[in-house]
Antibody
């Protein structure tokens, strides 16, 4: 069955960096778009970024544009999120989610998430 | 950005009750509306996509309807395992946005 397992979260000071990973299994990784979605404490879900099946197209939410970078390694079935210049408002649980197709923005499978806390 | 507004924010109902959650978009999104369920500490799960299509394995007591700006998720007979938060999401235009969630509790 499809499995997505995030890792790399933790407590980090404002302005510092963190890299999240998402290990995938149970589907043909190299043929689907992948997303990061986050949920801040007490708030709803917010889409963060998407990467196409081959990594050639990437799109970001305005809130993270220029600070976050999404990438993937299709040989390792792994998705990444490099987060730089972190701010308190980036504190959230970060989920990786598989696109139902290439870029339908329908998230048919999700991981359990990894918590990122930005605090001094 | 398209704003998605869910109502109610929370509800409490008994096992066997029919439950309806509404999602309203700030502009027309056709049928590009999806519903997710999230239980505490668990991954969100896709229930319904494009307003009324069932994701694999979703119990038939769940159904979705609507188009344009007004959508509904219905649980025909509430079960204890349905206690969760439900989110709608529009996949019509960037940025794809979610509703604020509806928390369903069992009386």
């Amino acid at each position: 069955q499809v499995q997505l397992v995030e890792s790399g979260g933790g407590v980090v000071q404002p302005g510092r960096s963190l890299r999240l990973s998402c290990a995938a299994s149970g589907f043909t990784f190299s043929t689907y778009g992948l997303h990061w979605v986050r949920r801040a404490p007490g708030k709803g879900l917010e889409w963060v970024t998407v990467i196409s099946y081959d990594g050639s197209n990437k799109y970001y939410a305005d809130a993270v544009k220029g600070r976050f970078t999404v990438s993937r390694d299709n040989s390792k079935n792994t998705l990444y999120l490099q987060m730089n210049s972190l701010r308190a408002e980036d504190t959230a649980v970060y989920y990786c989610a598989k696109d139902q197709g290439g870029s339908t923005y329908v998230y048919d499978y999700w991981g359990r998430g990894t918590l990122v806390t930005v605090s001094s | 950005d398209i704003q998605m507004t869910q109502s109610p924010s929370s509800l409490s109902a008994s096992v066997g009750d029919r439950v309806t959650i509404t999602c309203r978009a700030s502009q027309s999104i056709g049928s590009y509306l999806n519903w997710y369920q999230q239980k505490p500490g668990k991954a969100p799960e896709l229930l319904i996509y494009t307003a009324s299509s069932f994701h694999s394995g979703v119990p038939s007591r769940f159904s979705g309807s609507g188009s344009g700006t007004d959508f509904t998720l219905t649980i025909s007979s509430l079960q204890p395992e349905d206690s969760a938060t439900y989110y709608c999401q529009q996949s019509y235009s960037a940025p794809r946005t979610f509703g604020q969630g509806t928390k369903v509790e069992i009386k």
